[in-house]
């Protein structure tokens, strides 16, 4: 399989069985889409419905393990403009 990086999105090649394909095909004509949105449809409410269950320690490990960029620490100029809007 291979991985390419566009914009804010990844290109995955994978296999799906006939019998799977087809019945996949038949939700998405039944839904007006096309067989890849109603596949990317289906990824994404998957993740937002296991977000959507976490409290905030849990949403914050899961986002850390698949999200990293936010664990970058806030420049010093950053972290003053942050004190001054909080009135510390």
């Not at 976490?54 to 942050?82: C, I, T, V």
Request: proline fraction near 5%.
């Amino acid at each position: 399989m291979t991985t390419t990086s566009l914009t804010n999105k990844k290109r995955k090649i994978i296999d799906i069985p006939n019998d799977v394909f087809r019945f996949l095909s038949i939700k998405a004509a039944a839904q007006g889409t096309n067989l890849k949105n109603y596949i990317e449809n289906l990824l994404k409410k998957d993740m937002e419905d296991t977000v959507a269950h976490m409290n905030d320690e849990e949403a914050y490990r899961w986002l850390s393990a698949h999200e990293p960029d936010g664990l970058q620490p806030a420049s010093p100029k950053e972290q003053e403009a942050f004190r001054k809007w909080l009135g510390i």
